[in-house]
């Protein structure tokens, strides 16, 4: 959901919703004995790929109050699972967003990529060995902070020397 003001505030609240929903059946399907790892895979099948539905687009652009909204969430379904069967299975949402936007960045980077035009051209190898603090790709300029947190600035400031 993209707003107006090109915030993220909709779709936070939208996502947090839908989630929201999906988290009562998972309450019942403990209720009914469903056993410890099949409710983790409802979870993982059912509730997260809601959190995580076009994450790469929207990861770097969020408030830390929108992330936390959103990570608690996995908190909640921790809570109704069980702390000590689920909390060492399920990898934090933002360490996963995280992970999908390097993934989605490497895979820009590669030239049989239809959006791999988006990326700027390389730096001339000459000019990286003198810099000392060179990138292969540079970073282009981004006046206001919306572009700065845009997926493409935030991916070539982070994640190109990893």
């Given at each position: ?30 209720r ?38 959103i ?19 399920l ?8 992970n ?11 030239p ?13 190898r ?7 603090h ?6 282009p ?5 919306r ?16």
């Open positions: 959901m993209v707003t107006d003001t090109l915030t993220w505030n909709d779709n936070t609240i939208s996502i947090c919703s839908k989630a929201s929903k999906r988290l009562h059946f998972l309450k019942l399907l403990k009914s004995g469903m056993s410890t790892t099949d409710l983790i895979y409802y979870y993982t099948a059912v509730i997260r790929p809601v959190l995580e539905y076009c994450s790469v687009v929207w990861h770097a652009s969020i408030t830390a109050e929108q992330s936390r909204q990570d608690s969430i996995q908190r909640r379904a921790v809570r109704i699972i069980g702390f000590s069967e689920c909390a060492s299975q990898t934090p949402l933002k360490e996963r967003r995280n999908q936007a390097k993934k989605f960045f490497d895979a820009l980077l590669r049989d990529n239809c959006l791999h035009d988006l990326i700027p051209v390389d730096r001339n000459d000019a990286i060995d003198r810099l000392r060179a990138n292969r790709i540079p970073v300029f981004a006046r206001t902070e572009y700065k947190r845009s997926f493409l600035i935030n991916a070539l400031t982070h994640f190109q020397n990893c």
